[in-house]
């Protein structure tokens, strides 16, 4: 049962227009909401969050917009560019077991051309 | 500090034998995660420790797998009678706390069962 899921493998957009990355939950409990970006032979790194009870929140180019009546969540950056090229992998934290992990979708390939 | 440390960053071998890779966290998160990443997927959580209390573990690690983090400093995590699924590459992650502003990852180790 794949909880956090991100149906598009992959998105091509040109330098400059806006890049828009979905990812869809099942799990209502979730209490924030996080967007990684990876680049080819690195680990993911933290690019922005989003809590439960916020709707929107904004760092720079990169905005996550929050729908929980949808169990939706995306990832926008405006404008693009093409260092933005790069998986993006959409992560909410799991409390079935202890204190917690994240669990990841299975990632958007972005690619910004030029 | 210059952020989480994977040692080493390839590792070839042959089906059969035991392998250990090694962690080093940024010195003041009390927490460190270990996670598998295979082709098309994201991130799969192994397991995680807070301080040197191993407090939870994924049922994808098997009888094989063993993880340490003496001291809560550093960590280990051994494969023994690596098989050729185990190919995947293996990363590392520590937060202060829950993590709520994002892990910080390694750059992983990328292991090879051939």
């Known amino acids: 049962d794949q909880q956090v899921k991100q149906n598009s493998p992959s998105l091509s957009v040109q330098e400059g227009r806006i890049s828009i990355l979905n990812c869809d939950y099942t799990?209502?409990?979730?209490?924030?909401f996080l967007w990684y970006k990876k680049y080819p032979a690195e680990g993911p790194t933290f690019l922005i969050s989003?809590?439960?009870?916020?709707d929107k929140n904004e760092d720079g180019r990169f905005t996550v917009f929050l729908n929980k009546s949808a169990k939706h969540l995306s990832l926008h950056i405006v404008p693009s560019q093409p260092g933005d090229s790069a998986v993006y992998f959409c992560?909410?934290?799991?409390?079935?077991?202890?204190?917690?992990?994240?669990?990841f979708g299975k990632g958007t390939k972005l690619s910004v051309k030029p | 500090d210059t952020g989480v440390s994977q040692n080493p960053r390839h590792k070839i071998t042959k089906r059969g034998q035991n392998v250990t890779f090694r962690c080093d966290p940024i010195s003041e998160h009390n927490r460190l995660y270990w996670y598998r990443q295979t082709l098309g997927q994201g991130p799969e959580f192994l397991t995680y420790?807070?301080?040197?209390?191993?407090?939870?573990k994924s049922r994808l690690l098997s009888d094989r797998f063993s993880a340490e983090r003496p001291k809560g400093s550093f960590s280990t995590l051994e494969i023994q009678r690596t098989e050729q699924g185990d190919s995947a590459m293996y990363l590392c992650a520590s937060s202060l706390g829950r993590g709520a502003y994002g892990y910080t990852f390694g750059s992983g180790t990328r292991l090879t069962v051939v």
């Open positions: 799990n209502s409990m979730f209490d924030y």
């Open positions: 989003i809590s439960s009870i916020k």
């Open positions: 420790f807070q301080n040197e209390a191993q407090l939870e």
């Open positions: 992560a909410a934290p799991f409390y079935g077991g202890s204190q917690g992990n994240l669990i």
